[in-house]
């Protein structure tokens, strides 16, 4: 009896977990791991649960049943750009475009935002951290004096408490509280845009980040041992709290074209080592390091 492989999302997923589940549930609902009347392994579904009993971000494989005592330790997802014997990075599959450059995607999110001007600077944030969204605002006041737009992905469901401070900033005429976007209305914002900017100390929405860098749009972070550590190779690192330093790092992006140049290469080298292919080998092997099984595809191929 053969066993499929599904995901079990911990009681408490982060964002990095419910992507886990997303983006790599489609691609391996066909998976199976076949079964000997010999094998201790229970003939249930083979399960990675995802957040469950780790920190966040980890992941457990085990199947159901008393048999996962028998089983080693969590397995964690890691990020970076390389894989050795001794190390296997799972890595979130980025589905990177196949060209730069307008296509339709980009005219529909035009139109549907209402955009016209540049810069267009994008904010990618939780909308929890206060410091932040300050950071942000102020930097966006020094930015747009004249023209410009900085759209709030997500940020419709933050507009009643956050219209009032924009208006006081004299910014309601740039800044655009943007609704939840589809995959492909992000990927036509992610092409139309000058810049992303994420000010928040908090991680959670940085995996996002591995789709931003696919279409080569640059990238200015916070400087904290996650950014640097996990993104910061493709992106302009900034640490200050002054929004004046923030506004310098990002009109540098938008201007300086040599700097545009290598962070779009270094973003695209990144979400190269993140694409689905490489992802599910990581997968596939060690899942079948762990259960002794060969995976196949409901069909029956390897």
């Known amino acids: 009896m053969a066993r499929f492989i599904r995901f079990l999302l911990g009681s408490h997923p982060t964002a990095l977990d419910q992507a886990v589940v997303e983006r790599l549930t489609p691609i391996m609902k066909n998976w199976q791991l076949p079964t000997s009347k010999r094998s201790w392994l229970p003939s249930r579904p083979f399960t990675i649960a995802v957040g469950e009993k780790a920190r966040s971000g980890d992941l457990i494989v085990h199947p159901l049943g008393d048999a996962h005592r028998q089983w080693p330790s969590p397995?964690?997802?890691?990020w970076g750009h390389e894989m050795s014997e001794t190390k296997t990075l799972l890595r979130l599959p980025a589905y990177a475009p196949k060209e730069?450059?307008?296509?339709?995607?980009?005219?529909?999110?035009?139109?549907?935002?209402?955009l016209s001007e540049r810069p267009r600077i994008l904010y990618l944030g939780s909308f929890q951290d206060g410091a932040a969204l300050?950071?942000?605002?102020?930097a966006m006041k020094r930015l747009l004096t004249v023209q410009g737009e900085a759209i709030l992905i997500g940020g419709t469901a933050f507009r009643d408490r956050l219209a009032p401070v924009v208006a006081r900033l004299g910014l309601a005429q740039h800044v655009i509280f943007?609704?939840?976007?589809?995959?492909?209305?992000?990927?036509?914002l992610y092409h139309s845009a000058d810049v992303l900017v994420y000010p928040d100390r908090d991680p959670s929405q940085l995996y996002q980040l591995v789709d931003v860098y696919a279409h080569g749009l640059p990238v200015v972070l916070r400087d904290t041992p996650d950014t640097r550590n996990i993104w910061g190779y493709p992106a302009l690192l900034v640490s200050s709290d002054d929004g004046n330093?923030?506004?310098?790092?990002?009109?540098?992006v938008i201007d300086n074209l040599r700097l545009r140049e290598v962070l779009i290469?270094?973003?695209?080298?990144?979400?190269q080592m993140h694409e689905t292919g490489i992802v599910i080998a990581g997968w596939r092997s060690i899942i079948e390091k762990i259960s002794g099984q060969v995976v196949v595809h409901e069909s029956g191929q390897e």
């Open 75 to 78: 397995v964690g997802l890691a």
């Open 100 to 114: 730069l450059g307008l296509d339709e995607n980009v005219f529909a999110i035009t139109r549907d935002l209402r």
């Open 134 to 138: 300050t950071v942000f605002l102020a």
């Open 178 to 188: 943007a609704p939840p976007l589809s995959v492909s209305q992000l990927s036509g």
């Open 245 to 252: 330093e923030w506004a310098e790092a990002i009109q540098e």
């Open 265 to 271: 290469r270094r973003g695209m080298e990144f979400a």
